[in-house]
């Protein structure tokens, strides 16, 4: 029986489509896949032929969503026409390995008491080097399990070390559904909706990070959808406030409803879990006494405080960075070692980026 859909969100890359198509049709599990295209006129017309280019796969294309619509809509109309119990949303220029998504609804199925599953993430890059474009590795953002049965120390561990995106992991169909339709409730920009989408999986239930190559996520310009806007951006705008205050509304909602406490519990322990999701990204800096101090006002922040927090975001940036490389090299290595398990899957893929390097201009 078929129980798990593959959403594909598609956005003026037909080639990227059909390199995404083309992998799926030679290295098909049973799934089912929508392709949901926010293109222009002009790429759905080439998005349409490739889609016929590939009749041994059960695709469904929607093509009725306009140029500007921003992702968090266009995946919760695209959720209506989700048959299965289980789904996952994969970007037109990522890969998903097939066996991950089945071995991942298949951990659900096991699990009810997990909302989540997936796996470990890695990127690339194409670059020109002289005449030719070639494929260069890049650290993802891990994947941690987070299997602690109380809600609260589940959502502070969660905040405190944000390092896995779980709006690209295997969910409960009806579940996922509640999210977008929470998203487009409380929030207004992606940030923010991406934040939501992943601390209510984690109030709701464990994540679990099976030890499988999951997938394979290409690193483009703009490549993350129609706005980059970013927390700071939101401070220096001033909106930062307003944004918050609605996101935890919603939160508190969910942590009541789940555990049981008053009000002001839910307030503090998002507001006390927010403050080191911000140390953690904003304020390596400064020592962990002044970090949740400033981690804490951000909550309340206003324009004026904006030039102070810049400083600490640049050194935040580097050190970032060079931590997550040391962390992730020796995975990023591993992939490439014929005797490893995750060696097999990646090969397939790489295979199919080098062969689109070859047969058409990316």
Known sequence: MIKVTLI???????????????????????????VSDSSSSKDKEKNKTVVSLFPNLDITYLHHYSE??????QANDTLNYVKTKYCLICPDDDFVVPNAIIESANFLERNLDFTIAQGKYLSFYLKVKGKQKKIYL???????????????????????NYSTITIFGVHRTEFMKMLFSEILTFTDDERFAELLHSVITIIHGKMKCLDLLYGVREIIPSSSGITNETIPMFIKKGTYKRKYNKFKECLVNHVIKETGVDVQQANNMIDESMAKYLHKYFFYGLNSFSARIVGRSLNKISKKWYKIVKKFLIERKIKKRAKY????????????????????DFNRIYKFINLYIKKYDQ
């Open 8 to 34: 594909i969100i598609t956005h003026n890359r037909p080639n990227r489509l059909r390199r995404l198509l083309d992998y799926y049709q030679k290295n098909k599990e049973d799934f089912r896949i929508i």
């Open 325 to 344: 490389f040391n962390q992730q090299d020796s995975f990023s290595r591993s992939l490439l070692n014929p005797s490893l398990k995750y060696y097999k």
């Open 68 to 73: 500007d619509t921003e992702f968090r809509y």
């Open 138 to 160: 890049a650290p993802a953002y891990s994947c941690q399990s987070i299997t602690n049965p109380d809600s609260l120390k589940r959502l502070e561990e969660h905040l405190s």
